[in-house]
């Protein structure tokens, strides 16, 4: 008895000693914003009318969308506007069935990205994907093309008497809290982000790695991050 709750302090002591290995998701590991694909496509041709619910903000759009806090308010009010009237059961099937046509278009993955991945999980690397996309929007997308081995931190979404709404929003500084909430203790090891809203999570890890970034976006993250900064250019 005593020996098999050793092996099992010994397991658990192993586990938590692997390297904990972050990716970012919308940016690193597939190509486009798609939580923001599937709001366009939702408010293009029959769902047109859904604008009118935003037209108090629309002018404001050109000033908010540059930051990481404006983009953030546009994220919860464009879930509100796309998911007006609809119970959550629908919303949960028209985003699943979005997020698997999605992951079968082609080149949609950063292959790269998709093989640095799968190196750290057969290295025995703790992989945890933490985006601030819709988590059963990356499930889906994830699950279509079997792309396993990793734990997932994600937005948290509910429906209400308005539409669906952010119960957790896992953008910005809410990425550092949420893995302190779920028990992933630092030192993380590696982050892989996109842009300066991943600021935070690169910061508390003790290798940044920043894909595909704009000359902007480097020297800003530059700044801030300095010599554990790396630029990675990824297809």
Do not use: C
């Amino acid at each position: 008895m005593d020996q098999g709750i050793a092996t099992a302090v010994a397991d658990d002591t192993a586990a938590d000693a692997r390297r904990v290995v972050l990716f970012d998701f919308d940016g690193v590991i597939v190509r486009h914003q798609t939580l923001e694909m599937f709001f366009r496509e939702r408010l293009s041709g029959a769902g047109r009318w859904r604008l009118l619910l935003a037209l108090p903000i629309v002018p404001l759009v050109p000033l908010l969308i540059g930051s990481v806090r404006g983009n953030r308010f546009l994220g919860r009010v464009f879930l509100r506007v796309t998911t007006f009237g609809r119970r959550e059961a629908s919303y949960r099937r028209m985003i699943d069935a979005y997020a698997r046509t999605y992951a079968r278009r082609p080149g949609v993955f950063f292959r790269d990205a998709v093989a640095t991945l799968r190196r750290h999980v057969d290295a025995g690397d703790r992989v945890i994907v933490v985006s601030g996309n819709d988590r059963q929007m990356v499930e889906a997308i994830l699950d279509e093309v079997n792309l396993g081995g990793h734990e997932l931190v994600a937005s948290q979404t509910r429906g209400g008497l308005f539409g669906m709404r952010f119960i957790r929003h896992n953008v910005d500084g809410a990425k550092v809290r949420a893995l302190e909430r779920e028990g992933i203790p630092r030192p993380w090891s590696i982050a892989y982000g996109d842009s300066l809203s991943d600021l935070p999570l690169l910061k508390a890890a003790d290798s940044a790695k920043l894909v595909n970034p704009t000359p902007k976006t480097a020297k800003k993250a530059g700044r801030a991050l300095g010599d554990k900064l790396e630029i990675l250019y990824w297809f």
